[in-house]
């Protein structure tokens, strides 16, 4: 009797080995299969939870979801949570803001969804899911109409009107000097396309109505608006974090006075993006949209260059006469919505997008010249502009200099102050093209010196 011959690689099909049936035909469960079905299975759950939160209607399945989310990309890579709420008025949220409704609704409204029981961390990484793979929206406008369609990060009470007298809003504009170019910039806050690189310094000695106009527009911009001091060196890459989404920063009772002439705040009205640092988490750009207003019983240490003279609104503002209402602010609220269509109305008329809003600079050319007269005087104590005869047709390293040495001696002699010193080489340099170089003179002396004068006592 042959043999059977056994196939490679196994019994033959039906063959028994110590008494076993063969169950090669049994489909065994792979492990690795299991888990990439668990897998499928749970992003599945994450994605349908994602739409939940954004009331898509893909997720009719599940109980409407009791708020509304998206998603805004404020920079590439950098997303920021928005909760829309009643009339489409919006607010941004932390992340965490996000999971603690997320566990909520599992534990509250989805009790007879058992796949849907998640833990802490699954309702973490269902957030994470959606923040980063849903579709992000337009920014919502910073401010609308009540009846403007369109998401929004404030809704306004009133219609846009035309012609309705305001009073209370007339008066005080009589006692602000730029009153017209204020109304403009008040204007510009309505489009997005507006310069950002001017500025409002409103200043007044007190019970002058700066302090009700600003709180008039914190109640017309809501979460649109910040209240901010200028930061401390040490805290400037995370203080720039809390401008995003903000049309207008105001700066109340403001002694920084010489905040606008820094370079940090150029950097924040330029058109650049900057650099921002939320707390514990990577730097990225970003393009700013704020504008910029501060209140102060101070006058800004401004300088008579170009750069300041154009960008600076100049607003004094004399005292209301006689007692002060409390009902002050009330009765301008009243008059809200027909100041800020005049202002609009102004501001379209007369200025328009991305132009630069005409302001009276005399006031500010005034304020200018009185904080230059120190400089002046140290040029008048201790320098000689003019150039002498026996230097005219020599070079700047033979005749027409101050040496470094020199010249900080005598800073120190006039003030102590390092950032004096600053300011005064600065001035220098822009008024007069005194410049610091390195030279080097006939006699061999080499090394920096401040061409374009002479000590007085060596002419």
């Given amino acids: 009797m042959d043999d059977k011959k056994k196939p490679e690689g196994g019994l033959p099909s039906g063959a028994k080995s110590n008494g076993v049936e063969d169950d090669s035909s049994i489909e065994v469960p792979n492990p690795l299969v299991k888990e990439k079905e668990a897998r499928l299975r749970k992003a599945e759950l994450y994605e349908n939870l994602s739409l939940a939160l954004m009331h898509h209607p893909a997720a009719r399945c599940l109980p409407p979801f009791p708020a509304k989310y998206h998603v805004n990309e404020v920079s590439p890579g950098v997303r920021q949570i928005v909760m829309e709420g009643e009339d489409g008025v919006c607010k941004i949220v932390p992340d965490s803001h996000v999971v603690q409704a997320l566990l909520s609704y599992c534990h509250r ?5 058992p796949d849907y029981c998640f833990t802490h961390s699954e309702v973490s990484a269902t957030a994470c ?7 992000p929206i337009a920014k919502p406008a910073a401010v609308k109409w009540a009846s403007d369609e369109g998401l929004t990060f404030r809704r306004l009470p009133w219609n846009r009107m035309n012609d309705q007298p ?4 007339d008066e005080l504009m009589g006692r602000t000097s730029n009153a017209l170019a204020l109304c403009y910039f008040i204007g510009s806050l309505f489009d997005p396309g507006a310069d950002r690189q001017q500025y409002v310094w409103m200043r007044g000695d007190g019970q002058d109505g700066k302090s009700s106009l600003a709180r008039f527009i914190r109640r017309v911009f809501g979460n649109s608006v910040a209240f901010e001091h200028p930061p401390s060196p040490a805290r400037e890459h995370f203080w720039v974090y809390n401008l995003l989404n903000k049309r207008l920063v105001v700066f109340p009772d403001c002694n920084a006075v010489g ?3 820094s370079g940090l705040f150029k950097s924040l009205t330029g058109d650049d993006p900057v650099r921002v640092e939320e707390k514990g988490q990577p730097a990225f750009t970003a393009e700013l949209e704020a504008k910029f207003m501060f ?6 240490r401004i300088e008579s260059g170009k750069a300041d003279m154009r960008r600076i609104i100049l607003c004094e503002m004399a005292q209301i006469k006689g007692e002060p209402d409390p009902g002050y602010e009330e009765a301008l609220w009243r008059e809200g919505g027909a100041f800020l269509s005049k202002c609009i109305d102004l501001y379209e008329r007369d200025v328009g997008r991305g132009r630069r809003i005409p302001v009276d600079t005399e ?3 005034d304020l200018a010249a009185a904080n230059e007269e120190p400089y002046e005087e140290f040029i008048e104590r201790y320098l000689d502009l003019e150039m002498p005869t026996e230097a005219e047709g020599k070079t700047e390293g033979q005749r027409w200099h101050v040496r470094g040495t020199e010249m900080q001696r005598l800073m120190k002699e006039w003030s102590r102050e390092k950032k004096d010193h600053s300011r005064l080489k600065k001035y220098l340099d822009r008024a007069h093209g005194i410049r610091r170089k390195t030279i080097k003179t ?4 080499s090394g920096k010196a401040y061409v374009g004068c002479l000590r ?3 002419v």
């Fill in 442 to 445: 006939p006699t061999g002396w």
């Fill in 295 to 300: 209140l102060s019983n101070d006058a800004p």
């Fill in 363 to 365: 006031q500010a050319e």
């Fill in 109 to 113: 409204d989805l009790l007879s969804f």
């Fill in 456 to 458: 007085k006592q060596q």
């Fill in 166 to 169: 305001t009073p209370l809003f």
């Fill in 129 to 135: 899911f959606w923040r980063d793979y849903a579709h």
């Fill in 259 to 261: 905040f606008p002439v």
